[in-house]
């Protein structure tokens, strides 16, 4: 079933977390969202030499080759690459001791790897990776209630539920994945959109594109949706002029009239 939309890209840090305080994660992020991509993954593949056992760097050297992708508008580019990388970081973060921060990145490894298995067409996967990273940050919030950015991932989850086919949300409350919010996904990302960390950027663009979508589904509101979705990605392209993506998303939604 469609867990996580496309275009939605699903990138998080660890906030709220001990260990939290990661300069050299925040500055390869930098570059990613100004639209070095290459830059990018270069520099985390280096971060993942360092340090064998930590597996945030090799999770966001995926996501850098997966904002790349999208950047092309090629879903399949370096897809073998993208999926090698979450098996070693899947492993690394299994691995780590036991604790909230072994388990927000095990959410976040496996929330990556649900969106690739979507785009790949394997419903099954997706669906048993969501469930597992739903499971993984509830486990963290647990423990620590401060972990705004844990709900960009269970935004999605919660979205992408929603809005899957009927016959989609019927295999999942079958499975056990639940039926999923709109709303309740959509405020889940905007809190993680005013007061996340790292995952601050991120949530932003979640949240336009899915803002873009149920525009898609009311007439009525499309005008205000768009307008409120070019809102935030106006900001990010302000910030991050160099970034394809964001804008080639203001050249695709138009400025409503006034």
């Not at 890209?9 to 969202?33: F, V, W």
């Not at 620590?144 to 929603?162: F, H, N």
Request: hydrophobic content about 45%; overall charge positive.
């Amino acid at each position: 079933m469609p867990l996580v939309a496309a275009t939605l890209l699903l990138l998080q840090s660890g906030a709220g977390l001990p260990g939290r305080d990661r300069p050299e994660l925040r500055a390869g992020l930098d570059t990613l969202y100004a639209g070095g991509f290459p830059t990018a993954a270069a520099y985390f593949a280096t971060l993942a030499t360092h340090d064998t056992a930590d597996p945030a760097a090799l999770i966001f050297e995926a996501g850098a080759y997966i904002w790349w992708a999208a950047a092309l508008e090629n879903d399949a580019y370096e897809a073998r690459r993208i999926d090698s990388l979450l098996s070693v970081a899947l492993a690394r973060a299994s691995a780590q001791p036991s604790g909230p921060t072994r388990e927000f990145w095990l959410a976040t490894a496996l929330g990556y790897r649900a969106r690739q298995h979507d785009l790949q067409g394997h419903s099954w996967g997706a669906a048993k990776d969501g469930k597992a990273m739903r499971d993984a940050y509830r486990r963290v919030l647990q423990v620590d209630s401060t972990c705004v950015d844990c709900y960009l991932g269970l935004g999605v989850y919660q979205y992408g539920l929603a809005r899957a086919s009927a016959l989609a949300r019927l295999v999942a409350k079958l499975i056990g994945l639940g039926s999923g919010s709109a709303e309740l996904g959509i405020s889940y990302l905007r809190r993680v959109a005013r007061d996340g960390d790292l995952a601050r950027v991120e949530a932003n663009w979640v949240l336009a594109a899915a803002l873009v979508r149920e525009a898609a589904r009311d007439p009525g509101g499309r005008a205000a949706l768009e307008r409120e979705a070019r809102g935030y990605v106006r900001r990010l392209a302000a910030r991050y002029p160099g970034n394809p993506v964001f804008q080639r998303f203001l050249q695709d939604v138009p400025a409503a009239p006034p």
